[in-house]
C-alpha cells in the first residue's frame, strides 16, 4: 500500500519560513513525480509545484520566488521549503504522486487519481 504523510505544518507569522515533508512509503520514490497542492478555506484548490524524475522542477507563479521543492531519495522525502509567508498562503497543504499527469490549469485536490498524503495544515498570521 502506497502511503503520504506530510508533516511540518505549523502557525507562523507572515514573513517567517516553513518547510513542510512528505514522507513516502510503499513506492519507490524516483518511479513518479511528486507534487505539492494547496486547498484554501472557501476549497479552492492550487497545484503549486511539481518535481520531475528527472530532477526538473516547476513553480506556480504565487508561490515562485518564495517557495522551493526538493526531494531526498534515499529518505524517501519530498520537501517544500516555503519562505516569505503571507496570509494568503493559509491553506492544507498536500502531496500526491504516482498519477500520470499533474493538472496546472483548474486543479482538483484529493481528485482520486494516485495518492494522496492527509495533508498538514498552515497559517500564517498578519
Known amino acids: 500500500e502506497v502511503q503520504l504523510v506530510e508533516s511540518g505544518g505549523d502557525s507562523v507569522q507572515a514573513g517567517g519560513s516553513l518547510t513542510l515533508s512528505c514522507t513516502i512509503s510503499g513506492f519507490r520514490i524516483e518511479d513518479s513525480d511528486w507534487g505539492w497542492y494547496r486547498q484554501f478555506p472557501g476549497n479552492e484548490c492550487e497545484l503549486i509545484s511539481v518535481?520531475?524524475?528527472?530532477?526538473?522542477?516547476r513553480l506556480a507563479g504565487t508561490v515562485k520566488g518564495r517557495f522551493t521543492i526538493s526531494q531526498d531519495n534515499a529518505k524517501s522525502t519530498v520537501y517544500l521549503q516555503m519562505n516569505n509567508l503571507k496570509p494568503e498562503d493559509t491553506a492544507v497543504y498536500y502531496c500526491?504522486?504516482?498519477?500520470?499527469?499533474?493538472?496546472?490549469?483548474?486543479?482538483?485536490?484529493?481528485?482520486?487519481?494516485?495518492?494522496w498524503g492527509q495533508g498538514t495544515q498552515v497559517t500564517v498570521s498578519e
Open positions: 518535481i520531475s524524475r528527472d530532477g526538473s522542477s
Open positions: 500526491a504522486g504516482d498519477r500520470p499527469y499533474f493538472r496546472w490549469l483548474s486543479p482538483r485536490c484529493r481528485d482520486g487519481i494516485g495518492s
